[in-house]
């Protein structure tokens, strides 16, 4: 047999209206027998979505996450997990998950099956990645799902069913990934360290070889395999024509926040330039997430791109502020209901140092980010008057808004701290959403946005353009058709390159100017239209 997900057939029906909860096209499991060709349904998931399904390694049952509908519930997502026997179609319930599980696998100790997966730290939506394990009783639910890597200060990123052995899993370790194997006695045990970033762990069925995608410093992604605890071989070459490009010289930096925490990040500097130097113009990139990191690889991404603008003159600072992966779950919870104030703060502290160090030109810095780093560059333009424009990429500008028509929904208010129906307010989002500070912004800033973004809704781009437009804030609109939450199409990525340097290159390659008194267009003015392939732009 092969075990199929797939959804059901559409149902021709009449009208176009949507009813909520109705005529949802759920992924259901299908058995498909290979001798007659038929598809058998297992009935006993009811009507729940499954998404992702591993077999036993034996041969036997399968293990099956589920949620309850084909996208994360808005108010209540709920996640479940399951074994079912492929022969028989007997569904045994193991009970709920912790948050945003994924990647189940089986192994065994003595006779006794476990199934582990990867999920959020409880008890809110906010928190280190964490392995949680189950023991697989012969009947009924699970007695308890617990949590693996309780106490680590890394962070698992990746976990691998290994057939004769025990699982293996990927953490990230502050700038670099880690490979562990979990043991007998149900502990991670450290193999062997990956320089930079590494992800999609595979292993072989013997659990002796793996392979792995692997980014360093100035190599993008290539396919890497070896041992896990010895030396990883690069067997793809992928883009051998980079090399001969100049690129900005990338530093590891290690620095403290305000409060004493150690932190981490990445400078790169200008190609063809040393520290001795400076001070440069500097621009701040912040990480989306916030649950995401900078390690130390290549960074020529598209939104937005840290050796994209170190090759056009500036040097560029990448912090790993507290909400991040890779240093536990204290360190990604201490954002729950409070995003902008710590980790804000963390971002200061590594300009200040860069400053200090004679690096970064005081009179010429920017700031910006896609997703969350898009909010961060909104939250800093309405705190400080220091920098002279900024990137706000798909980004929040209020936190109560998200939850109301985001994908996330009430998730959401795990990082914002409400979600406007408590009452009459005010509300603890308000305290940490940019539109709250709009009167007091001077700083000019770039609104980039996909028309189609369901994560982070163009409606959240609309609210703080409109709101710069009302306070005479130098700033272009720009919205990508077709476009999610990511920019896909070839032009539009070109179009977000050129676009977001032209704009740091207007406000930062010179002295630094006067926002307030540099002519030009200002609020109210006519919009100018761009459309096609470089998306629609108003610029004020």
Request: proline share 7%.
């Amino acid at each position: 047999m092969v075990a199929v997900v797939a959804t059901d057939e559409p149902v021709d029906e009449r009208g176009d209206a949507k009813v909520w909860g109705e005529q949802e096209r759920c992924g259901r499991l299908r058995l498909l027998d290979l001798d007659t060709g038929a598809f058998r349904v297992v009935h006993g998931l009811g009507d729940r979505h499954v998404v992702e399904v591993a077999q036993r390694p034996d041969g036997g049952p399968l293990a099956v996450l589920s949620w309850a509908t084909p996208d994360i519930d808005p108010v209540d997502f709920v996640s479940e997990l399951h074994v079912v026997d492929p022969e028989s179609g007997k569904v045994q319930h193991l009970g709920r998950t912790a948050l945003e599980a994924s990647s189940p696998a089986w192994w065994i100790i003595g006779s006794t099956w476990h199934l582990s997966y990867l999920a959020v730290t409880g008890p809110g939506p906010v928190g280190g990645r964490a392995v949680f394990d189950v023991t697989v009783p012969a009947t009924g639910a699970a007695v308890e799902h617990r949590n693996l890597t309780i106490g680590m200060t890394v962070c698992p990123s990746g976990l691998a069913q290994v057939p004769h052995d025990q699982p293996l899993a990927l953490f990230a370790e502050g700038l670099d990934t880690a490979i562990y194997r979990l043991d007998p006695e149900a502990r991670f045990r450290r193999m062997s360290s990956v320089r930079g970033m590494a992800h999609s762990l595979s292993a072989s069925h013997s659990g002796e070889v793996v392979a792995v995608l692997v980014s360093t410093s100035y190599e993008p992604m290539n396919v890497h395999a070896g041992p896990p605890a010895g030396r990883l071989v690069q067997l793809s070459d992928t883009r051998p024509e980079l090399r001969g490009i100049r690129w900005g010289g990338q530093e590891r930096l290690s620095y403290q926040a305000s409060d004493g925490l150690e932190l981490d990040g990445l400078l790169i500097l200008p190609a063809g330039k040393s520290r001795r130097d400076g001070p440069f113009p500097l621009i701040t990139l912040v990480h989306g997430g916030p649950y995401a990191r900078y390690a130390d690889q290549f960074m020529l991404g598209v939104v937005p791109s840290g050796q994209w603008l170190a090759t056009a003159g500036y040097a560029v600072f990448l912090p790993n502020p507290r909400g991040g992966e890779g240093h536990g779950h204290d360190f990604a919870a201490s954002v729950a209901g409070a995003v902008g104030m710590d980790e804000w703060t963390d971002i200061i502290s590594g300009i200040d140092t860069l400053i200090a160090d004679g690096v970064a030109d005081p009179d010429r810095l920017g700031i910006g980010g896609w997703s969350h780093g898009g909010f961060m560059a909104a939250w800093a333009v309405g705190q400080t008057g220091r920098f002279k424009a900024a990137l706000m990429g798909a980004g929040i500008s209020d936190w109560g808004m998200l939850v109301a028509t985001g994908e996330a929904g009430i998730l959401e208010a795990g990082l914002g701290g409400s979600c406007g129906w408590e009452g009459t307010g005010p509300h603890p989002h308000d305290r940490v959403s940019p539109i709250s500070y709009a009167s007091t912004i001077r700083t000019p800033v770039l609104i980039l946005h996909g028309e189609d973004d369901t994560n982070v809704p163009v409606g959240q781009a609309v609210f703080f353009h409109r709101a710069l437009r009302r306070f005479g804030v130098e700033h272009e609109f720009v919205v990508y058709p077709r476009e999610g939450h990511s920019i896909r199409e070839r032009d539009h990525q070109l179009d977000v390159l050129r676009r977001t340097r032209a704009w740091f290159d207007r406000w930062l390659a010179g002295p630094a100017p006067d926002p307030g008194a540099r002519p030009g267009r200002r609020a109210g003015a006519a919009g100018e239209a761009v459309r096609g392939g470089r998306g629609q732009a108003i610029s004020m």
